[in-house]
């Protein structure tokens, strides 16, 4: 299982980033997937998840600013992250939620 996540980079407050993940080796459409960061000195926290169907969930810190979605057909996973805040600086990861499978990560930098 490979698990590569692509997309940061360094962006003024207000700004938007898209991030992507592509999958692979598993069967991607069957599981729920998931978007979790980890800022310096704080632990992972789980952003946003899309289940095999389709349905979303967000926590509050990123609620209408940040959408995940999948593509079942290209196995890709992607967050698009609009208004953006220093306080969403951090390393973001995708991730099957119920495999305890981290792959690499990709930065974001939020200046203000």
């Known amino acids: 299982v490979q698990l590569q996540a692509y997309g940061g980079g360094l962006v003024q407050a207000g700004g938007s980033l898209r991030l992507s993940c592509k999958a692979i080796g598993l069967n991607f459409k069957i599981y729920d997937m998931g978007w979790y960061r980890q800022a310096p000195g704080k632990e992972r926290e789980l952003v946003a998840r899309v289940t095999s169907s389709g349905s979303t969930d967000y926590d509050d810190s990123v609620k209408g600013r940040f959408t995940i979605s999948r593509d079942n057909a290209r196995r890709t996973l992607s967050l698009q992250m609009n208004s953006l805040k220093p306080e969403d600086t951090a390393i973001y990861y995708c991730?099957?939620?119920?495999?305890?499978?981290w792959g690499q990560g990709t930065q974001v930098t939020v200046s203000s």
């Open positions: 991730k099957i939620i119920s495999i305890d499978y």
